[in-house]
């Protein structure tokens, strides 16, 4: 699994879109599956193109852990950015981490549209209500 | 075809032009749809019906002309026939909420595995408030119509028959004709959704012999927001109103209230006037074509794009219809529909994904969902084979 600042690095290196999202498919490769007896309805999010599932924990220093998957690759690969982002973290930092504005840094905002109906949005949705609650 | 008519396809997107291959969710505008639609805001723009100054007069004119092109488009027998909604969703919800006072505890309404959610949930809805049941007609492996299934279902004869004129998923035309007749002679209503029809086939409802057929404006080249429902006469005006308000009211009373004639009773509220306007424009756009030449020119196009996927092992194509309309349909192994929309996207290739809207027929064909191109009378050849080297270069990211 890639860290935040790799996969920004990596970003940095890239000079046009093919390069961009075979690392993104890359990344996809990359994170681990979750196990098909998680994939349980409430733990979906349907997107009308692809969907997505989380499981959320918090482990005794009440640092957050994620499972994330989905059915599409690319999504895969936009949930290991959104997984560097979030995975570890502590609770009381959830809050103030700008996925939006590491989305834009990587210019990949439209993926968090709500328009694209990946079920990547209503997630972040889901982990941010998750955390403060 | 007339290509040039359309501003929109004359911007470039990243440095080329635009390939739209998403017709069926909502076709381009031509130049005459664009300039009626200002022209009415600009020169025209008063309240249609009521008032009695010029500019009134010429609004309603132009709205009230815009019905007669519809009625001769689609060939209903009078005016009055011709309700404009704010589509075909509109236009079936409509009916489902006129329709509801026929219709009782045991029984049916009969559509097909292959509707738009349009023509599913309004349907549902009045099954759950009336008591009755809601059966679907199979589809085969191949993206038609089961007609044995069908023909075995009106009997007991259905309340309601509702089904689509051609698949927005799969681009299947369905032998409506027949059906038609069958879901007649059997007694029930029958309702067409003709959404993905209208832009690609002539539609003659009086040689169909419908009781009631739906449009929308925004997939015929005209505007969003504005769409068609036709009814026949006697049961237009045997039925209740749906929404209440102004223009759809002869007299009121605080204890009650009486009725507009048709078309008006169903034409509640300030009407979407520019839209209607536009909506006619896009009728005179398609009167000033030959339906032989649209109807060969996209045949051509499909056919090419056909021919292109089965050369791709990884392509597998969903739905393989007797006859086909509009659509192209499929699936790439090892890949997720939208995977592949994404990289075609990157390349300036608009193409739909998902389930279409019609989640059911995706249930029955056992698949996530596919990846849909669909085609107006404005695409090219260029476009056919540009989508198919943007789709090889997709694989191999996969």
Known sequence: ????????????????????????????????????????????????????????????????????????????????????????????????????????????????SPTRGNGLKAMIGRIRSLSAS | MRRQDFPILQEEMNGSPLVYLDNAATTQKPALVLHAMDAYYRTSNANVHRAAHGLADEATRAYEGARDRLRHFINAAHREEIIFTSGTTASINLLAATLGSRLGRGDRILITELEHHSNIVPWQLLAERTGASLIAARVTESGDVDLDDFHKKLQPAPAIVAFGHVSNALGSVHPIAGMIRAARDAGAITVIDGAQALAHLPVDVQALGCDFYAGSAHKMYGPTGTGLLYGRRELLEALPPWQGGGEMIEEVTLTGSTWNALPYKFEAGTPNIAGVIGFGAAIEFLEGLSWDDVRSHEQRLISRC????????????????????????????????????????????????????????????????????SFGLYNSDDDVDRFVTALRKSLTFI
């Open chain 1, 1 to 112: 699994m890639s860290t935040l600042e790799e996969i920004r690095e990596s970003f940095s290196f890239f000079d046009d879109w093919e390069d961009k999202y075979r690392f993104i498919i890359d990344l996809g490769r990359e994170l681990p599956q979750m196990p098909e007896d998680q994939k349980r309805d409430e733990n979906l999010v349907r997107g009308c193109q692809s969907q997505v599932w989380l499981t959320a924990t918090f482990d005794p220093d009440d640092r957050l852990h994620l499972t994330m998957d989905s059915d599409a690759h690319i999504v895969r690969g936009l949930i290991a950015i959104v997984l560097a982002a979030y995975d570890g973290q502590p609770r009381t930092s959830v809050s103030g981490i700008d996925i939006e504005g590491l989305f834009d840094e990587l210019d990949l905002m439209k993926h968090l």
């Open chain 2, 306 to 373: 056909v021919a292109e996927l089965r050369q791709m092992p990884e392509v597998r194509l969903v739905g393989e219809p007797a006859e086909r309309a509009g659509v192209v349909s499929f699936l790439v192994e090892g890949s997720h529909p939208h995977d592949i929309g994404t990289l075609l996207d990157q390349q300036g290739v608009a193409v739909r994904t998902g389930h279409h809207c019609a989640m059911p027929l995706m249930t029955c064909l056992g698949v996530p969902g596919t990846v849909r191109a």
